[in-house]
């Protein structure tokens, strides 16, 4: 066993549960407990952000807890490197592109070691932190989500996820309100176009192999917020394509806020609070499909959000990954590239009930035998040397 400080982003506010927190992070502290750890947990709303110079009282705070291993997910905390003198993972949940203090990751890359869920990001890390290869590991996600045939499936299609936030400035609006010239405007057309098809493009890249000799269209090259405004786009169009065919979304309170020319999309949004394993678990299992839209940077790997799904009674309907290969082998996993394609997929598997139950079947056996948090317990151990059991 070991004492361990996990630090994350949390997004999730819920004024009856004050410890509240996204599924994988609840699945992955309560995974570390169980094995006989003791858990340091920091969690935070601040998103993307450096976070300067660690303040007296959290720094004391960590000294006294002595941890024997930090696992901070996307880098999402103040600066470790010189308050402990344990190993350090950062550990990738959304991509290298939203780290936090990535200068300080810069400046010292061997002091940490480097969880990524998709192997494209294993180019970005060594590219653009100059990292060993040997302190890059590969971890896919897993679940602890559960089946329970008991539930009746009344959802035809359920989604769990966040509307993508833009922020107070929106880069894309702040462009358009410039009044481009036409030039302008299809500089900026070529490199979304370009950002769509590879999202660890970098803005330098994007600049000279588009020829970008407008100051405007290279001031706004944030392709951070770009790739937010994009994957949103896609999300929006995917969930209204499948709208009419019974669909109940779940996820952050600016579903609910913000009209999207689409009534039938506002009206599927339910408001209740959803975060949990268990609140999980509960709509999933009472789901016919699970669908999954993931954000564009996610490339060869895919959100946590579809283990939990195969995990559950629902059946997985999802844009594809290079990883459902070489993870989950010749799993009939069925997949879209367009919203009309996603309509389609949901209304066949809404019709055909043998091969939907076919498929989740499938998906339960490679999970439970493969994607568990005890199974991903022994990389922790090997790749940290350190011992996280009792």
Known sequence: MAKVLVAFYNGVSDEKNPSAMPVFYEAFIQGLDRAGNQVMVYSHAAFGIDFGEI????RDSILNFEPDLCIVFNNCFYDLAEVVECPIIIYEVDSPRYFSNKENIRRNPERYLYFIFQEDSRAILKENFEISDNRIFYAPF??????????????????IGS????????????????????????MMASCLKDLRENPQVTATELIYKHNITSELVARHMDLSQLLMMMSREKRLRVLSAV?????????????????????RLNMSYNSK????????QNIYNKSKIGINVSHLQATSGFPWRVMDIMASNACLVTDYHEDFKRLFGNIPIPTYESELEAYEVCRQLIKDESRRKEIVLQCQEVIENKYRFRHLLPRLEEYSGITLHV
């Open 55 to 58: 303040d007296i009282q959290t």
């Open 142 to 159: 897993f679940s602890e989500v559960y089946a329970d045939t008991a539930m009746e499936q009344t959802t035809n299609i359920s989604f």
């Open 163 to 186: 509307l993508f936030y833009l922020g107070n400035t929106n880069i894309f609006e702040s462009f358009i309100q410039q009044n481009p010239s036409e030039q302008e405007r299809a």
């Open 243 to 263: 709208a009419d065919l019974g669909l109940e979304l779940y996820g952050t309170e600016n579903w609910g806020n913000t009209y999207f020319e689409d009534s």
């Open 273 to 280: 609070k959803v975060y949990s394993i268990q609140h999980n």
